[in-house]
T-cell receptor, first 112, second 115 residues
Framework: GNSVTQMEGPVTLSEEAFLTINCTYT??????LFWYVQYPGEGLQLLLK?????DKGSNKGFEATYRKETTSFHLEKGSVQVSDSAVYFC???????????FGAGTTVTVRA | DTGVSQDPRHKITKRGQNVTFRCDPI?????LYWYRQTLGQGPEFLTY????????KSRLLSDRFSAERPKGSFSTLEIQRTEQGDSAMYLC?????????????FGSGTQLSVL
């Protein structure tokens, strides 16, 4: 079945540091890949997505590239802010699937 | 767009009792999903609806769980004879179309504690 493995946290960074959260997946065919974010006290919301190999999703300074050869979708941001403190979830939907399979989440804390 | 609304926000119950949660999706969203999330884990899929039809149920959804979406609008999730292992955050999400790449809009969840 489909599954997602993401880097364990928690991750603590200083403001303006570089952030990487690793995500790898197992799926048959060509899944769509997503990063969702949950800010403190709020519901999950889509951060970015990529629907085919070599696509790059980007939003709010975050980027992730769909790498089929390494089955990965790592999330990166060049300069984090305190407001980026949140839990980040990698997720996928299978080719003939309408539900999301999520990773365990990575808690990121950015200190001023 | 008022967002996905879930009620109640918190529910504390004793083992063996029945509980029911409600989800109001964003208006005119065709798809509605239920997920369960335990501490330190990502959301796990439970079931989803296309309008009023329940199209898929996870193996996680035992016979004690039942979900409905009458008239294709709000949905309810009922857990009968609750067990301590049912303690979790129950999330509802909706999406406007059938495209698998369409993003989901999540509610804030119902936190269930079974004592």
């Amino acid at each position: 079945g489909n599954s997602v493995t993401q880097m364990e946290g928690p991750v603590t960074l200083s403001e303006e540091a570089f952030l990487t959260i690793n995500c790898t997946y197992t799926a048959t065919g060509y899944p769509s890949l997503f990063w969702y974010v949950q800010y403190p006290g709020e519901g999950l919301q889509l951060l970015l997505k990529a629907t085919k190999a070599d696509d790059k999703g980007s939003n709010k300074g975050f980027e992730a590239t769909y790498r089929k050869e390494t089955t990965s979708f790592h999330l990166e941001k060049g300069s984090v802010q305190v407001s980026d403190s949140a839990v980040y979830f990698c997720a996928l939907s299978g080719r003939n699937d309408y539900k999301l399979s999520f990773g365990a989440g990575t808690t990121v804390t950015v200190r001023a | 767009d008022t967002g996905v609304s879930q009620d109640p926000r918190h529910k504390i119950t004793k083992r063996g009792q029945n509980v029911t949660f409600r989800c109001d999706p964003i208006s005119e969203h065709n798809r509605l999903y239920w997920y369960r999330q335990t501490l330190g884990q990502g959301p796990e899929f439970l079931t989803y609806f296309q309008n009023e039809a329940q199209l898929e149920k996870s193996r996680l959804l035992s016979d004690r769980f039942s979900a409905e979406r009458p008239k294709g609008s709000f949905s309810t999730l009922e857990i009968q004879r609750t067990e301590q292992g049912d303690s979790a955050m129950y999330l509802c999400a909706s999406s406007p179309r059938t495209d698998r790449n369409e993003k989901l809009f999540f509610g804030s969840g119902t936190q269930l504690s079974v004592l």
